[in-house]
């Protein structure tokens, strides 16, 4: 069919009518699509005048991808001389009346329309940024600075201002006739130019992005350049540049920050009562610590505080969701001495043997004997034996007649013959997750738990679920991401969950069910009655009623009303006007392609002072170690910096690398060869030593060595000490123990942690992205719990052992150095870990500085279902 238009001697356009021609042989035809109900520009103002100059632009709608510049030209002046009001009320009229592919053909013409008017004024304001070098500094730019730069170049003339006001709105109108939410992108309806305009502002924008004054300039800015307010305009953005304005405006003006202090294993319930309650707010999270050197709301925590324990609180609030085991109860406590209980270990069973009267027994001994007795089934227990061995298990039944006997899922390998020795039990008891893999849709999806919302921990489960909305609305306005993927159907019902959903909804997400519903609506009655008999319908159930009722349960099961509720009790729907389902995704959500394949140059603007930038030696073999570092390397590279795993948006956020330490004689330029880089990650700095200039002035290379052999020991020491700090990262609390005394900063030492086998999780997605790149038991910082700290350089690195996360300093007999003010406790093995954080002495050479986790200890890889590596 070809559509016509019929025009009568007016020169308006008449009733619609399609003309269906059959194109036979030597037949050519030329049309447009541009047909409208007769009565499409009966509004109130449309007077004669408006419709005279009016019609021809809608005319040129179905022709807009071929339009020339001198058409477009035409349509500016069209649009420059008629009020704006009552242009955008009449086109917008007509696009609630019109087909789809007219409407289309509008967007694209109104799009050209602002294209043409800005195009030349943003080209001029990059180049005179690019030459000026604002951004290439240290610092950002100051927004001052860049709008006088830029304002001269961006001003409009009034005839374009009004030209781009229609079209911009007009835009934003046909995109948002639809209900909230009820696309999954809207990427149609961006205009890139636009966004070319806010990204010349985007660094001076992110300098205290809450901060009112920041607002007040851009508009003020706006309005000097005869601009649109584009902030109120999301459709015609993309989502980069949305999550920058949102950041912008859900937090009010005049709003103090929120103070919420957590604990890492029970993020969502312990931030329920803290969260606010009906707007937005700037977080500053703490963790609790009992070993902190800080105090908030009454409560030790740990040190960091800024942007770093920020995006760390969004990864630790998300990872709740997915968990699936509580904290840790170690019997007897840690501090506690040991238990001596004899236990025999028969196939899948350990049983309590028995005991001397009660009254013989040790305090340990009882709470051992204790804890077998409180035992329940699905607890994950990790048993120390005296000789060293540990174990873990999930019990899967408890017996108790005379002596308790525990059954676990796995026997006992080797299990001796005679009793052996219990010295500690870890417990962990099964916690509910709110979202799991769902195998159907190959997604993140609600758990039945969550689906549900019954029984005794039901009340718990809808306070961890609101929280976990109110989480979401935050990351948006803290310009932070969650650890998890989320698919669009989500965020689909999450902004429109007052709309009913419909079988049409499931096509892409679970085509599996979206098959075998569809097969319901076709069975004949005798079927479907046989159907409702096994699932204990109603009678009286239609087919149609029934296959509503499936696509509610599967989309908006009752946990999505308590997401929904806390999302919306902090968001506004004004705000998010114009924001579609992948936008929300792609704002709170781990860009998954960026975390698979990592390139540091890409994602991160990245400054260095004037000192290195000046030292080529010193930047290539820096980008030489960068290049070489594996998928791995960089996912510790990013905690280190950033306190995170998950990698920014592209072009987002600054990575600063600085040159800080002074060293004057040839001694300290040697002491700074063994000098470790340092990170902060509340500003993405990378502190690094002067190796450079160390190599040059220490005499460690000979005064004849050539510039490539002072490039390859170059390059060797950085790439050493780089992954070293890398991957021997620690706490935020060095910040405070920096400043202490030895003796008074030191806790006490932590009894190992029985972690030698991990438990797997099943159906758990693993937190990274990327392939099984570690080898099994290789140790590392775990991703969310290790963090992005400065390190610390020791004379002797040959004299100290690697204890998870730190360099702590041995004598000859590998006792801990007693001027660290620890207790000499050897490791029983390789594989255990130790969770503490090294002192070090005065006379030591080392550095300590900023980083995040302070009492956090390091885990081995497993292998994670779905292939991934996890931690």
């Not at 001389?81 to 086109?91: C, G, L, T």
Request: aromatic letters at 6%; proline letters at 6%; a negative charge.
């Amino acid at each position: 069919p070809i559509w016509l238009t019929v025009q009568g001697n007016s020169g308006r356009i008449g009733p619609a009518v399609v003309f269906e021609v059959t194109m036979g042989s030597g037949c050519t035809g030329r049309g447009s699509a541009s047909i409208v109900p007769e009565d499409a520009d009966d509004i109130t103002g449309a007077t004669p005048e408006l419709r005279a100059r009016l019609q021809p632009v809608a005319q040129l709608a179905g022709k807009a991808g071929t339009l020339s510049d001198k058409k477009i030209n035409e349509i500016i002046d069209a649009l420059s001389q008629v009020n704006p009001e009552h242009a955008r009320d009449w086109f917008l009229h007509r696009l609630s009346k019109s087909m789809a592919k007219w409407r289309a053909g509008l967007v694209l013409l109104m799009q050209k329309v602002i294209a043409k008017a800005l195009e030349a004024n943003v080209r001029e304001a990059e180049e005179l940024v690019a030459k000026d070098g604002h951004g290439d500094a240290t610092e950002p730019a100051n927004f001052e600075d860049l709008a006088t730069l830029c304002g001269d170049a961006l001003k409009l003339d009034e005839r374009r201002c009004q030209a781009v006001f229609v079209a911009v709105q007009v835009i934003d109108g046909a995109a948002n006739a639809m209900v909230l939410g009820s696309q999954d992108s809207l990427s149609a309806y961006s205009v890139p130019v636009l966004d070319r305009l806010v990204r010349l502002f985007h660094s001076s924008l992110c300098v205290d992005i809450h901060n009112a004054s920041n607002r007040l300039q851009w508009q003020e800015f706006e309005e000097a350049c005869g601009l649109p307010p584009i902030e109120r305009y999301l459709s015609l953005l993309t989502y980069s540049t949305k999550a920058l304005f949102l950041t912008m405006r859900l937090v009010p003006e005049g709003v103090t920050p929120a103070t919420v202090v957590v604990r890492r294993g029970q993020v969502l319930l312990d931030a329920s009562d803290q969260l606010p309650t009906d707007h937005a707010a700037v977080l500053l999270p703490y963790f609790e610590s009992s070993s902190g050197t800080k105090k908030v709301q009454g409560r030790r925590v740990e040190g960091g505080e800024g942007y770093g324990p920020r995006k760390e609180f969004f990864m630790a609030a998300s990872a709740d969701a997915l968990r699936r085991w509580g904290d840790p109860k170690t019997v007897p406590p840690n501090s506690a001495p040991s238990a001596n209980v004899d236990v025999s270990c028969r196939n899948s069973s350990i049983s309590l043997e028995s005991s001397s009267s009660p009254e013989e027994q040790a305090l340990a001994d009882k709470q051992v004997r204790q804890c077998f007795a409180q035992a329940c089934v699905g607890d994950r227990v990790c048993f120390e034996f005296a000789d060293g061995m540990t174990i873990e298990r999930i019990i899967t039944g408890v017996h108790s007649n005379g002596k308790v006997s525990l059954f676990v899922n796995e026997s006992f390998e080797h299990s001796p013959v005679a009793p052996s020795k219990l010295r500690r039990c870890l417990v962990h008891k099964p916690t509910l997750p709110l979202f799991e893999f769902h195998r159907g849709t190959g997604q993140t999806w609600f758990s039945a738990y969550a689906a549900q919302l019954s029984g005794p921990n039901e009340q718990e489960q809808q306070r961890r679920l609101r929280s976990f909305g109110k989480v979401l609305a935050l990351a948006v306005a803290n310009n932070c991401k969650i650890s998890f993927d989320l698919p669009v159907m989500f965020f689909r019902v999450l902004l429109r969950h007052d709309v009913p959903l419909a079988l049409s909804d499931l096509p892409g997400f679970d085509d599996l069910l979206h098959s075998s519903l569809s097969k319901v609506l076709k069975m004949k009655h005798v079927q479907f009655a046989g159907l409702k008999e096994v699932e204990a319908m109603p009678a009286d159930m239609s087919r149609e009623d029934y296959v509503a009722e499936q696509v509610k349960c599967i989309l908006s099961p009752k946990g999505m009303s308590e997401v929904h509720s806390g999302f919306w009790s902090l968001a506004s729907r004004e705000v998010l006007q114009g924001v579609a389902a992948s936008d929300l995704r792609q704002i709170v959500c781990p860009t998954t392609a960026h975390s698979r394949h990592i390139d540091i140059r890409r994602i991160f603007r990245v400054s260095m002072e004037d000192e290195m930038a000046e030292c080529v030696p010193f930047v290539d073999a820096f980008w030489s170690v960068m290049d070489s570092f594996s998928a791995d390397e960089k996912r510790l590279f990013l905690i280190f910096i950033t306190g995170v795993e998950m990698p920014p948006e592209p072009g987002t956020e600054r990575l600063i690398v600085e040159l800080p330490f002074s060293a004057f004689s040839q001694d300290e330029h040697k002491a700074m060869l063994s000098m470790l880089p340092q990170a902060h990650t509340c500003s993405n700095t990378l502190e690094l030593p002067n190796y450079h200039e160390a190599l040059l002035e220490s005499g460690e290379m000979a005064a004849d060595a050539s510039d490539e052999a002072l490039a390859v020991e170059l390059k060797r020491i950085l790439g050493e000490k780089l992954r070293l700090a890398i991957r021997e990262s620690t706490g935020y609390e060095l910040d405070a123990i920096s400043s202490q005394s030895p003796i008074e900063a030191a806790p006490a030492l932590k009894a190992p942690n029985f972690s030698q086998n991990l438990f797997q999780e099943p159906q758990r997605l693993p937190l990274s992205a990327g392939g099984p790149e570690v080898a099994k038991d290789r140790w590392r910082p775990t991703p969310l719990i290790a963090g992005s700290s400065a390190s610390k350089a020791i004379t002797d690195q040959s004299s100290a052992t690697s204890l998870g996360s730190s360099f702590v300093p041995r004598d000859a007999n590998q006792n801990v150095y007693p001027g660290t003010g620890k207790a000499n406790l050897p490791l029983r093995s390789p594989e255990c870990s130790v969770p503490q954080r090294a002192v070090v002495p005065a006379e030591w050479s080392g550095l300590v500085s900023n980083g995040s986790h302070s009492d956090r200890i390091a885990e081995p890889a497993i292998e994670a279902d779905g292939g991934g590596t996890e931690f």
